[in-house]
């Protein structure tokens, strides 16, 4: 079977780096996917990987190494407003999106 | 904003009552979704429309109907649905059918009482 794993809560420091990991495994890939969702509020796109390696996009970067299936997404000087659940998919063979649970992210004080 | 607007945003509804989700996309995209949230379980993926054409069915009960009049506007009438269906349900858009970047509507949160 297709399958994301993320770890379902996290806590970080106002200020400090995060690092939200998500390894995949699927029929095919053909891109990656990380999403942010505040509480009642709709998930947003956030970055895709495609390609193994690093993309940088102001604070947030996510990083992708196809070999080992794995992806994370790295949030520096957090802030409050960076609270949000955080949600990794991946596109598969068939370009269906395979999702994982999200992790919640708190930021405290 | 994210260009994709659906109402209502919260409905209640007993097992034997018939309601309708409407979702609408300002963003000139061609794929429209529905999605079902519910609380740490990954997003399942119900109804794939592109071109107005339904590409995708996920084995989803009957109960639930889909309604794609035009490549701007999506529906999902309910019918005699159970409690276990209630659950945030999202619409969501892309400019291609191959689930590109999707664009999400903020959902309407279902209680089947």
């Known amino acids: 079977g297709q399958n994301i794993d993320q770890p379902t809560e996290m806590t970080a420091t106002e200020g400090a780096i995060v690092q939200i990991n998500c390894t995949y495994q699927?029929?095919?890939?053909?891109?990656l996917f990380w999403y942010q969702q505040h509480a009642g509020e709709a998930p947003t796109f956030l970055s895709y990987?495609?390609l193994d390696g690093l993309e940088e996009k102001g604070r947030f970067s996510s990083f992708l190494s196809r070999s080992k299936g794995y992806s994370y997404l790295l949030l520096k000087e957090l802030q409050m407003k960076d609270s949000a659940s955080y949600l990794c998919a991946v596109r598969d063979s068939n370009y269906q999106l395979i999702w994982g649970a999200g992790t919640k992210l708190i930021i405290k004080p | 904003e994210t260009g994709v607007t659906q109402t209502p945003r919260h409905l209640v509804m007993g097992m034997t009552n018939k309601k309708s989700l409407k979702c609408e996309q300002h963003l000139g995209h061609n794929a429209m979704y529905w999605y079902k949230q519910s609380a740490k379980k990954p997003l399942e993926l119900m109804f794939v429309?592109?071109?107005?054409?339904?590409?995708e069915n996920n084995s989803v009960p009957s109960r639930f109907s889909p309604e794609c009049p035009n490549s701007s506007h999506l529906f999902l009438h309910l019918h005699t649905l159970q409690p276990e269906d209630s659950a945030l349900y999202l619409c969501?858009?892309?400019?291609?059918?191959?689930?590109?970047?999707?664009?999400f509507g903020e959902g309407s949160r279902l209680t089947v009482l």
């Open positions: 990987n495609v």
């Open positions: 969501a858009s892309s400019q291609r059918g191959d689930t590109g970047e999707l664009f």
């Open positions: 429309y592109n071109f107005k054409e339904q590409t």
């Open positions: 699927t029929s095919g890939f053909n891109g």
